[in-house]
């Protein structure tokens, strides 16, 4: 287009015949030119109704499209690294192993002792790994968000720094995430955390046990306590980093559904399709069976998860009849130390704020 144009200015008519050609030309030109804004006019037509039509109608039609949104456990960032080798992650006293929640189904699970034991930790085996719970002080079950593995940069981060605070701390891929087997959905991510939690509690000598969720994980961890709950043997204490309420309104607020939000019939092409997978995710319903203390950490500054939803989550708790007499503990950080979504571990105001809501004291550096 634009060097047709060109093309028709460089050249300079010489003559009358020349002359009526060129006026031809232009004559031609504007039409190209009243042509052109009608095909961008089209094109513009074409995106939006790709946009605003083609795309919801597919992932009405194909609803397992939003299941995989929402899981993203295909997106295994960081890509090249080996799971069945933390050391490369600067983890030197991380054990990895496989456990099977199921007949058939091997899920990758990592544990990390506690910083101070690294020396003892060097060349050791599962079985001295195993039988180093038994005489924990403490001990943290970690449920990792979507996307990425157990050794994404910001959890291995998280790691380090609980385990420098004297934690053991057992993290792992649900079925469908990193080197674990099989698919994920709610329901399987809830029984292999239940699964590992059990596995973890009957290899502590009485020792705490703290459930830590971040983000999608969050999710998890209030399914998983709500259940404990249920049999009156609630964990220790639930940790929530930047949670949401539920994923209906998660899913709203996400930026990946920021040009949607406000297309009438949004929530039945993108929140019932969600539904339709039998994803709630239901962590402001399931505060009301909790009973054990709460911690709510989120990061003003929040993209991914708003930190309002945080705010609103921790509302609903404190306004729940089985929490009532439980601590039940709001942090927020302010945007101007940029922890956004998944660098609350970097504060160094967690030690203090860990042992002030556990009630204990923790070896700070
Ligand atoms: C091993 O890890 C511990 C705990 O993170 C750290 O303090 C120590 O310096 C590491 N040792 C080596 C040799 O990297």
Redesign the pocket.
């Known amino acids: 287009m634009r060097k047709r144009n060109a093309s028709l200015t460089e050249e300079e008519p010489r003559g009358e015949a020349a002359a009526a050609a060129g006026e031809k030309r232009s004559a031609m030109g504007k039409t190209f030119r009243r042509r052109s804004v009608w095909w961008r006019l089209r094109r513009l037509f074409l995106a939006l109704m790709l946009l605003y039509v083609f795309i919801p109608v597919i992932v009405k039609l194909c609803p397992s499209i939003q299941a995989k949104l929402v899981f993203l456990n295909f997106v295994r960032v960081p890509y090249f690294i080996d799971l069945k080798r933390p050391l490369d992650q600067?983890?030197?006293?991380t054990h990895n192993f496989y456990l099977e929640p199921e007949p058939g189904v091997r899920v990758g699970v990592w544990h990390t002792v506690p910083?101070h034991m690294?020396r003892d930790a060097q060349n050791k085996d599962g079985h001295w790994f195993e039988s180093s719970l038994g005489s924990a002080q403490s001990a943290i079950l970690y449920l990792h968000g979507n996307a990425g593995t157990r050794g994404g940069d910001h959890r291995v981060q998280l790691y380090?720094v609980l385990?420098?605070l004297g934690f053991h701390v057992i993290a792992f891929d649900y079925r469908g995430w990193g080197d674990s087997d099989g698919s994920p959905s709610e329901l399987s991510m809830t029984s292999d955390a239940l699964f590992i939690y059990h596995w973890l509690k009957v290899r502590l000598n009485k020792a705490p046990l703290y459930v830590w969720g971040h983000s999608l994980g969050t999710g998890v961890a209030t399914n998983v306590v709500r259940r404990l709950c249920d049999r009156d043997s609630p964990p220790d204490a639930l940790i929530l980093e930047s949670p949401f309420t539920n994923i209906r309104e998660e899913a709203k607020s996400h930026p990946f559904s920021m040009v949607y939000r406000f297309l009438p019939g949004f929530d039945w092409f993108f929140l019932d399709t969600i539904s339709a997978n039998d994803i709630y995710f239901a962590s402001d319903d399931n505060v009301n069976h909790i009973s054990c203390p709460v911690l709510i950490l989120h990061a003003e500054d929040d993209a991914v998860v708003p930190f309002h939803l945080g705010k609103k989550l921790y509302h609903a708790a404190s306004r729940s009849q089985s929490l009532s007499g439980h601590k039940v503990q709001f942090v927020p950080f302010d945007s101007s130390l940029s922890y956004k979504h998944k660098f609350i571990y970097r504060s160094p105001e967690l030690a203090h704020i860990l042992s002030n809501f556990l009630e204990t004291s923790l070896p700070t550096h």
């Open positions: 600067g983890l030197n006293h910083a690294w380090k385990s420098a």
